[in-house]
């Protein structure tokens, strides 16, 4: 799991069938450590609300599809909570 800020909304004009209705979010991880390089940015799928701004946690790989409850969508990250 990561910890990032999400930084922008994606729009995309064209998906797959299978993510349809879901928003996706550009979040940037949060570096692991003080004075470590930052993180390239992630295209994640939004499963909880998040907006601009928001502290989320993210999970990737094949979590992320779990997460959605289906294990054969093309999806890498996914944003399973906001931090208070």
Known sequence: ????????????????????GYKFL????RAPAEGGAPSALLVAVD??????????????GRAARIAMGRDDLPVDAAVIGIVD
């Open 26 to 29: 550009l979040v940037q991880p």
């Open 47 to 60: 499963l909880m609300g998040a907006g601009v701004g928001e502290v989320v946690i993210l999970t990737t």
């Open 1 to 20: 799991m990561l910890i990032g800020s999400v930084v922008g909304n994606v729009t995309a004009t064209r998906k797959t069938a299978a993510l349809q």
